[in-house]
């Protein structure tokens, strides 16, 4: 989830800047090999060492959901695929992390690539935990005989039991009706909130915003056995939420070898990741790098200003 103004940003292609721009994460900068946009890179690791058969790093794709996840006003029961998902990699962090008491590793999981016809594996990642929140992972579910997904989300750490809600009614917002009281003040948008057996509407507001802070609004996460709600919650800003690794495309059965196991180095620059950001609703995901030919926008994908202006989420 990225609150991001695409006409305010400034690119300098400097490598000093990209590592200055990294070493906000207070990594340790040792393997991690930072890509731009535009190489593709094959890697992989077994118990043998490095291997460069069979696992091709990729310079577009989806966006690790606990990286940044949509939200949608109208939340949408996740894609449905016919081919099942292979099992879960075993995947090993890098020894290069952020540092911070807060960082964590999120690990992978497989999404679908309808152009390809399959699944990417997208790799794990260190995550600074948004405070007060804990990783709900996503999971591909049977749905009849095919497949669906249900996307992760950032719970509430001090929750201990999930509520499944009936489905809420179509959102009525539409934008701040008075002007701000400040250029410091963000609008946060409405949603509908479950009370007493029925759902009431809570409107949108203008609240003060935080320097290197992104409000999170809140939002409603679909799942098979209802609606689970998210309320809204401060995050990092993008350049400080972690360390974010491409995915990769494994041929078929090269994963599944015994002794195998896969652990990133090839590390996404933030810088170009921005640069070349899309959002696609309907399969969950936000998506990085070369969509700009006419095909993508009839497959659903949008720009931030695009999603955001037209209603569809924030």
């Known amino acids: 989830m990225m609150n991001i103004n695409l006409m305010e940003m400034q690119t300098n292609r400097n490598p000093r800047h990209i590592m200055r721009r990294i070493s906000k994460f207070g990594m340790v900068a040792a393997q991690t090999v930072l890509i731009g946009l535009g190489v593709t890179i094959a ?5 043998s060492g490095v291997d460069d058969q069979g696992a091709q790093v990729l310079t577009r794709g989806p966006v690790h959901e606990a990286f940044a996840g949509i939200v949608n006003y109208n939340p949408e029961p996740g894609v449905i695929v016919e081919k099942a998902p292979p099992e879960a990699i075993e995947e090993l962090p890098p020894g290069e992390r952020p540092v911070g008491d807060n960082i964590t590793w999120i690990p992978g999981y497989w999404a679908w690539d309808d152009e390809r016809s399959d699944y990417l594996w997208l790799s794990g990642m260190w995550r600074a935990l948004p405070p007060g929140r804990q990783w709900t992972t996503g999971y591909w579910a049977a749905s009849g005989n095919d497949n669906q997904w ?6 509430d750490s001090e929750e201990r039991e999930t509520a499944y809600l009936p489905k809420p009614p179509v ?17 946060t948008p409405g949603s509908w909130m479950w009370n007493q057996e029925r759902y009431a509407w809570r409107p949108g507001y203008w609240a003060q915003g935080r320097t290197d802070w992104e409000w999170i609004p809140a939002h409603y996460v679909w ?5 689970i709600f998210v309320d809204g919650y401060w995050d990092y800003s993008v350049e400080r939420r972690g360390l974010l690794y491409a995915p990769v ?10 002794g195998y196991h896969y652990s990133p180095v090839i590390a996404i620059d933030v810088v170009s990741l921005i640069e070349h950001l899309f959002l696609r609703p309907r399969y969950h995901h936000y998506y990085f790098g070369d969509y700009y030919a006419p095909r993508y926008r009839d497959n659903g994908f949008y ?3 695009a999603f955001q202006s037209s209603s569809y989420g924030y």
Do not use: K, L
Not at 171 to 187: I, L, Q
Not at 223 to 227: I, K, L, M, Q
Not at 249 to 258: A, E, I, L, V
């Open 303 to 305: 720009s931030p200003y």
């Open 249 to 258: 495309y494994f041929q078929s059965g090269y994963h599944s070898r015994p």
């Open 223 to 227: 799942t098979p056995r209802g609606y």
């Open 171 to 187: 959102t009525v917002e539409a934008g701040p009706n008075v002007e701000a009281p400040s250029r410091d003040h963000a609008w």
């Open 43 to 47: 890697t992989s690791q077994t118990d």
């Open 150 to 155: 249900i996307s992760g989300y950032w719970a």
